[in-house]
DNA sequence: ACTATAGGCAAGCACACACTTGCCTATCAA
DNA sequence: TTGATAGGCAAGTGTGTGCTTGCCTATAGT
């Protein structure tokens, strides 16, 4: 649960994968290797990239949807949102 | 950075240690020890503990302050407050 | 002084994991 | 059907890392 989404969230590529569908979101695998490639400087094989979208996906981070011989990969920012509140005790608010 | 921080949490035990730290700051390492192995079955060593404390410090998540042969342990929450920002885009406020 | 407690340092081990390579399947266009 | 594109599966490799063991330092009590 929580375990799978922060050894997802452990890894540098797999951060600018969700930076990358957080841009621009519904990209295929190949888009995502050549983007991250190109802006990143990445050169990582397109199975590397494939092995971090189904940590991703099992994290609940990615979702994906097949058409054809097209997998979409969207982003899902839900699991993300309540992720620090485990430690961040808000008994005095601070501000507003 | 956000690297040293994502490392650190990803973590079981480490988080655990937070978990303790959030619930009684200002704990020393043998208070860690014997509450992490008490509550949570956690039969780990003092120097595992220790390795853990000395990453979660790197992070910025604990800092500790020396008193004699004692050493204090106390969570800061700071670097966790805008840890998700980075891919939750609230270009549509959800609700309020 | 001696002893016990709180902690640090460093080497070693074993497993996890990021990444590659090679081969296979499925969809579409000619 | 043939060829090209998009993707999947599985085994192998090497580095990182969580944890242990053993020894050392420092503070406090008697």
Request: aromatic residues 6%; hydrophobic residues 40%; proline residues 3%.
């Amino acid at each position: 649960m929580a375990e799978d989404i922060f050894k997802a969230l452990a890894d540098p590529t797999r951060r600018k994968i969700l930076d990358e569908l957080a841009e621009r979101s519904g990209q295929t695998l190949f888009e995502i290797c050549s983007r991250l490639s190109m802006k990143h400087q990445l050169g990582l094989s397109r199975q590397a990239i494939s092995q971090h979208l189904a940590v991703l996906e099992a994290a609940g981070l990615v979702e994906s949807r097949r058409e054809g011989r097209y997998k979409f990969h969207d982003l899902n920012t839900a699991p993300l949102e309540h992720i620090a509140e485990r430690w961040i005790r808000r008994d005095a608010p601070e501000d507003s």
